[in-house]
DNA sequence: CCTTGATATGCAACGAGTTGCATAGCAGGA
DNA sequence: TCCTGCTATGCAACTCGTTGCATATCAAGG
């Protein structure tokens, strides 16, 4: 629905290629929006048709040829256009609530193995806490001046970062709980 | 990918029709897997056609007749072989956050209306945490004795409940920081 | 009596998203 | 020299998920 306006976004933060846009959504864009390279080139090549975007090639030496994109006055409009609608409630799909559950109908030794799983995602998730708050301290200095864009960007990160907090102490509650039921 | 096996478990702590099924994924379920009654009404047949459920229909007075559903010893093993598979990381669609960045690009007007929609937004999850926050005092009192399944199923509420009041409290810095941008 | 609303199930069409595979240039190491 | 790996793009096939619509029973209210 709205990968779309996710690379609108993208484009606007720093025009770029669909390989250096999938990029972006492993690491930043894609704390709140996955995407598939495959999805993104699809998606692009419908944008340029509909005049969201322009695209030039862009010869590179060293490397193979590129194709940029950014984002044109059209594009812009669709954007604001769809920011002005309501948010939509996101859909919810969470693997590890559903095994916790499920938990309940496995014996002990299920129970233990969900256990281990448990301390790898959440393993996981240390470092991704971890790399947040490096990302943090580089991009958003105690003190540096910080224009609307790079403020949003800021607060968009702390709800990274607030996400993985919440998520590290829940994951404790639930390996306590899960080795309750393992004496 | 795992709607069935969120259909499973929810079958194993109660058997029951699609319909009754799409209610509990709108309420409990749905905190952690979203569906549709079409998808899962789709989903249902075909697991009844894989022997992963048994189905049969039951009249009843004063409604249409239903056809309820309970989990087969093979759905059971298929579920618990899916509990030993790893936990995939979940794939995260945050509209609201595309918004807060996107907000960069518009003007004044735009992020005055993106204030309300926030405000919008928050007062939903505020009524979501009271209705967890309800539904714990009353599944799950203090000093209630609790079998395994009981105390998984408060865990992924604890769950939600701080998810809930994690997104609340974001929000709250996104208002303020949204607003700093408004004199 | 007629409308509205809840229960209960379903089809058809479409759009979104995933998976597997293919290609091609060049860098760097064994 | 050959293999691996990174940059860079793409097709084809498939599954998943959403939207709009349709149907039928019965209760309750105006």
Do not use: C, N
């Not at 996710?6 to 972006?24: H, T």
């Not at 859909?91 to 609530?97: F, I, P, S, Y």
Request: hydrophobic fraction near 40%.
């Amino acid at each position: 629905m709205a990968l779309e306006h996710a690379i609108l976004v993208s484009l606007l933060e720093q025009p770029g290629s669909g390989y250096e846009l999938a990029r972006r959504f492993e690491r930043s864009i894609g704390r709140f929006w996955t995407a598939t390279h495959q999805q993104i080139y699809r998606v692009l090549k419908r944008m340029e048709a509909d005049g969201w975007v322009v695209g030039r090639d862009v010869g590179q030496d060293g490397r193979p040829d590129k194709r940029s994109y950014e984002v044109s006055a059209a594009g812009r409009e669709t954007l604001t256009e769809w920011l002005r609608e309501p948010v939509q409630p996101e859909a919810v799909r969470h693997d590890l609530a559903v095994k916790i559950r499920g938990a309940a109908f496995d014996d002990a030794a299920g129970r233990a193995r969900l256990v281990d799983e448990v301390r790898r995602y959440r393993a996981g998730h240390e470092e991704t806490l971890a790399r947040y708050l490096a990302g943090e301290r580089r991009d958003f200095p105690a003190g540096g001046d910080l224009d609307t864009g790079q403020r949003l960007q800021h607060v968009v990160l702390r709800g990274g970062i607030a996400y993985e907090r919440m998520l590290l102490d829940w994951l404790d509650d639930v390996l306590e709980t899960l080795l309750k039921g393992l004496p």
